[in-house]
C-alpha cells in the first residue's frame, strides 16, 4: 500500500551540526514529494518539494533529492539553528497526501 | 501570495454547543481540505472539495459538517462534539485535487486550536 517512513525523533542537535532526517516512501507510480514544517502552535508550511526523479527540492538551506531507485527524499541542512527547531513531515500526494510521522528537531544554542 | 486564514484561532466549547470553523484562500485554488490534527500525530484527511463539491469524506462522524459557500471558502460545522475531538483543526488548499501524478502542492492554514469540555 502507500505510505511513508520517517526516522523516530525527536533529534538533538547543536547548533551549526549537519541535520539529516531519513525519509522512505511506498508508492504507486512516481509521486511529487514534499518536506514541511511545523513550528509550535502553527500550521504546516511548504518547505520544499521534488516532482520528478533526481529533482532536487531546497528551501532556506535545506535540500532534498529525489531517489526513485531508493524510493527515498531525505532532508538534509549542513549547518542547523536553533529557529530550526520544529517538526518535519515527509510527504506525497498521489490522488491523497500521506504523510509520515513527522520528526521532531530540537537545536540547542 | 500563498495564504490559507482560519478563524478563529482558538475555540473552547461544551459538548452541547454548536460552533463553525472558517477557511479562506484567496489564490483560486480549486480544492480545499479539512484536516485534524492530534497532538504530535500527523494531520488527517477529513473532507476534500473539488469544484465546491464534497468528493471525499473519510468516513468522518456526522457532527462534523463541512460546507462550501463558494471557491473561496470553506466551513466546518461542529454539533455535539466529544472531549476526544479536542484536536488542532487545520484547513488547506491546492490549485487542483491531486490527482495521480500531478505536480500540484497543498497550502496550508494556521489552524484552529479546538477544545471540548
Known amino acids: 500500500g502507500n505510505s511513508v517512513t520517517q526516522m523516530e525523533g525527536p533529534v538533538t542537535l547543536s547548533e551549526e551540526a549537519f541535520l539529516t532526517i531519513n525519509c522512505t516512501y511506498t508508492?504507486?507510480?512516481?509521486?511529487?514529494l514534499f518536506w514541511y514544517v511545523q513550528y509550535p502552535g502553527e500550521g504546516l508550511q511548504l518547505l520544499l518539494k521534488?516532482?520528478?526523479?533526481?529533482d532536487k527540492g531546497s528551501n532556506k538551506g535545506f535540500e532534498a533529492t529525489y531517489r526513485k531507485e531508493t524510493t527515498s527524499f531525505h532532508l538534509e541542512k549542513g549547518s542547523v539553528q536553533v529557529s530550526d527547531s520544529a517538526v518535519y513531515f515527509c510527504?506525497?500526494?498521489?490522488?491523497?497526501?500521506?504523510f509520515g510521522s513527522g520528526t521532531k528537531l530540537n537545536v540547542k544554542p | 501570495d500563498t495564504e490559507v486564514t482560519q478563524t478563529p484561532k482558538h475555540l473552547v466549547m461544551g459538548m452541547t454547543n454548536k460552533k463553525s470553523l472558517k477557511c479562506e484562500q484567496h489564490?483560486?485554488?480549486?480544492?480545499m481540505y479539512w484536516y485534524k490534527q492530534k497532538a504530535k500525530k500527523p494531520p488527517e484527511l477529513m473532507f476534500v472539495?473539488?469544484?465546491?463539491?464534497?468528493?471525499i469524506n473519510e468516513s468522518v462522524p456526522s457532527r462534523f459538517s463541512p460546507e462550501c459557500p463558494n471557491s473561496s471558502l470553506l466551513n466546518l460545522h461542529l454539533h455535539a462534539l466529544q472531549p476526544e475531538d479536542s484536536a488542532l483543526y487545520l484547513c488547506?488548499?491546492?490549485?487542483?485535487?491531486?490527482?495521480?501524478?500531478?505536480?500540484?502542492?497543498?497550502?496550508f492554514g494556521p489552524g484552529t486550536r479546538l477544545t471540548v469540555l
Open positions: 488547506a488548499s491546492s490549485q487542483d485535487t491531486l490527482a495521480g501524478g500531478s505536480t500540484d502542492t497543498q497550502y
Open positions: 508508492a504507486t507510480g512516481y509521486p511529487s
Open positions: 521534488a516532482t520528478k526523479a533526481d
Open positions: 510527504a506525497y500526494h498521489f490522488n491523497k497526501f500521506y
Open positions: 489564490m483560486g485554488h480549486r480544492a
Open positions: 472539495y473539488s469544484y465546491e463539491k464534497l468528493s
